[in-house]
């Protein structure tokens, strides 16, 4: 039992230095912010412990947040934005894909309750634990310029984050397209059959769609980029000058 503790202690260790790196924002340069690491072998299954779980997800956010985001938006644009909401929660979960994708899904929510409609009243169920302020700056700060027919204004298509990254996420767990296919028309039904504010929307359609292209092709190489896929058509030619590399956790866990 001591032992087991002290491999723990030591691979916990070693992953907090990693993240040390990971965290350093410091520099002139945002590169940083589009390169894939190299982490340890199998640090990625530490990302499956609660409390980093938590973690992870409140630095990402707060990541978001940050005026370092702002200022990938302002230079690269915001589909290379999301790019680097993915990269960086690749960095944080030290490659592991799944959890990357959940980790994006969950920070791109532009929700901060969501609202069933039942017989004679609504309820309500809180999305995130930020505070109002903190929540209305991510929100903000959400890249919303993903398509070149997106609507004028500052919403423009973010809210089509949370369908594109939670579809991938399913389709890479899943390993088919299928489950994602079922899951995001389900949802999709329901949002506007029981969803307070809830829509049917044929652009959310295809979010989904090229999500779930996204999350096939993390099968074979995580480190594709979601700016590849968020365009007009479903499959499109891969972003260049990015480093391909194998990893531990490059499969659907």
Known sequence: MGRLAAIVTIVISVHQSAGALFHNEGGDSLSQYFTFDDPPPLSCLLTYFPPLLI?????????????????????????????????????????????????????CFDHNQVGLRVPVF?????????S???????????????????????????????????SAFITHVFESRDAAMR????????????????????????????GQEFGLALLDDNHHLPSEFLKFGVAAAPVTGISHMTTCCAGAW
């Open 55 to 107: 973690q992870h997800g409140i630095d990402l956010k707060a990541f978001i947040r940050s005026r370092t985001f702002m200022e990938i938006r302002e230079m690269y644009g915001d589909r290379r934005a999301v790019d680097a909401v993915y990269i960086r929660a690749m960095q944080m979960t030290a490659n592991n894909t799944a959890m990357a994708l959940l980790l994006s899904t969950l920070a």
């Open 122 to 130: 609504s309820l309500f169920f809180p999305l995130t634990n930020e």
């Open 132 to 166: 109002e302020s903190e929540f209305n700056r991510r929100v903000h700060n959400l890249p919303a310029k993903l398509y070149d027919d997106t609507p004028p204004g500052v919403s423009g298509d973010r809210d089509k984050l949370q369908h594109f990254l939670g």
């Open 183 to 210: 899951i995001g028309e389900f949802v999709e039904k329901g949002e506007d059959a029981f969803i307070v504010d809830g829509a049917l929307d044929d652009r959310d359609r295809r979010a989904n769609q090229q």
